[in-house]
């Protein structure tokens, strides 16, 4: 069951000779619960081509479908909404609030839906995590890969349909790094969910499912992994 479709995608910042093609005419589908890897050089839209998926940017051309749905037929209230229960979104940086705790960080999805908080799915998380105990840490008294897995579980906290990840591994060691990527493959299988993950880490990609190459805004290769 396909989960994902992009069709004819396109992004274009600026006018002449500032006129810059982040994304070219980029179309590909996700099957429900598939693990994707997209690689490619620096600047060549991989980026640009999450934050659309991801409800975060708008695109210049072109559609994305999610579970057959038009992301951006919707208006900003709608779209809003999408992004806080369709999507998990794991960034290098964190992006955690530094007067939350980890509890806070791991739930404000929730909160900002304006929805109960499922304890079961909290504990479990925090569980999986190897966060317990730790549920009253701000982000300042966490490790860098403990920070890292407070992202995580603020991304899988509202049980999203996809998880994207934009080098969730990059400002971590190897030993760090491979533990997020188990996480975050063990996501994939315990809850079936749609994992797309940006990274430079050879590693990492060889693991995924599927690589899809980008280089200046297209798609150079689309490869599924055989084991």
Do not use: C, W
């Amino acid at each position: 069951m396909e989960i994902l479709r992009v069709e004819n995608l396109s992004k274009i910042y600026g006018k002449g000779d500032n006129r810059v093609v982040a994304l070219d005419n980029v179309s590909f589908g996700v099957e429900k619960g598939q693990f994707v890897a997209i690689i490619g050089p620096s600047g060549s839209g991989k980026s640009t081509l999450l934050h659309i998926l991801g409800g975060v940017d708008v695109p210049t051309d072109g559609k994305v479908y999610m579970d057959g749905q038009d992301v951006y037929a919707q208006n900003e209230e709608n779209l809003a909404v999408f992004r806080r229960r369709q999507v998990g979104l794991i960034y290098q940086f964190y992006n955690l609030i530094p007067v939350l705790d980890v509890k806070e960080n791991i739930t404000l999805p929730v909160l900002l839906d304006g929805r109960k908080v499922n304890k079961e799915r909290l504990d479990e998380l925090l569980d999986i995590l190897k966060l317990k105990g730790r549920e009253k840490h701000l982000p300042n008294q966490l490790s860098g890969g403990q920070q890292q897995r407070v992202s995580i579980g603020r991304a899988l906290m509202n049980a999203p349909a996809v998880v994207l990840a934009d080098e969730p591994t990059g400002n971590l060691d190897s030993k760090n790094s491979q533990e997020i990527v188990e996480l975050l493959k063990l996501s994939n299988k315990k809850y079936n969910q749609t994992l797309i993950v940006i990274t430079h880490d050879e590693n990492i990609a060889l693991q995924a499912d599927r690589i899809i190459a980008i280089e200046d805004g297209r798609i150079t290769r689309d490869e599924v992994i055989m084991r």
